[in-house]
């Protein structure tokens, strides 16, 4: 699955940044392996776009399990006066149940980061950080789309019994461990566009011009359903007449 829309967002805005840059004087070697590197990229993008069904279908699996398993469970969840923040805790669990929807969508393309991490894994640029960033971006992928799914009920019963002041060690280790690769990830491969602007050749732009299309196919086709999920699970744990957050 394509990130989510603020990831995803910012990965097209990186590939777009790179495309008026005017290409600089770089060794046919740089330039062949930032072409194979452009050329994995599109492949990856390409087949998640074509995976987009299959991640929108575990994402829905996902919210029957939450909808059997523990319908109502944040019913009695507080809800913020006006003007007020939802409390750290209240962020926390929502960020859990939304990081874990993606997850599971992410899980169905582990097969996809896997080709592109053995596509790119033996690329070297004279720039020896190139490789490196490429080494972090597409492990950290693979990492990242095979973190197992937190007990979801469990977790959410954990913060109602603590009167929702505190999560349960658990989340806060399936975040913990979530952000540092998505951070790692995204920041990776902005370093990674950055860099490959200098060997960029005119046939490579129009790659890099072709990534941004799927990217944004792929971000207009999946948003509204995501979204439309996200709120079906919302309606499971809080139950249909519970108040929206002010």
């Given at each position: ?47 998640e776009v074509k995976d987009l069904a299959a991640g929108l279908a ?189």
């Amino acid at each position: 699955m394509v990130p989510s829309g603020a990831r995803a967002a910012a990965l097209i805005a990186v590939v777009t940044l790179a495309l008026p840059t005017a290409a600089t004087q770089a060794s046919s070697g740089d330039t062949s392996v930032t072409q194979a590197y452009l050329q994995a990229y599109l492949g990856q993008a390409r087949a998640e776009v074509k995976d987009l069904a299959a991640g929108l279908a575990a994402m829905e699996a996902l919210r029957g399990q939450l909808q059997r398993e523990c319908p109502g469970v944040l019913a009695r969840e507080p809800t913020p006066s006006a003007g007020q923040k939802p409390s750290e805790s209240a962020i926390e669990i929502s960020d859990e149940v939304q990081d874990a929807l993606f997850g599971v969508a992410q899980r169905t393309e582990s097969l996809v980061h896997r080709q592109f991490a053995h596509s790119v894994e033996r690329l070297r640029w004279s720039d020896r950080s190139l490789a490196r960033l490429v080494h972090v971006y597409a492990i950290g992928e693979v990492e990242q789309a095979e973190i197992p799914t937190p007990d979801l009920c469990a977790d959410m019963r954990a913060w109602v019994a603590s009167d929702f002041q505190g999560v349960s060690a658990t989340t806060a280790a399936y975040l913990g461990r979530e952000s540092m690769l998505s951070s790692r990830t995204a920041s990776a491969q902005e370093a990674i566009m950055h860099k490959l602007k200098r060997y960029q050749s005119p046939a490579d732009k129009r790659i890099a011009r072709r990534i941004a299309e799927a990217e944004k196919q792929a971000l207009a086709t999946v948003l509204p359903k995501v979204l439309a999920i996200i709120a079906k699970v919302g309606e499971a744990l809080q139950g249909p007449t519970a108040a929206p957050a002010s």
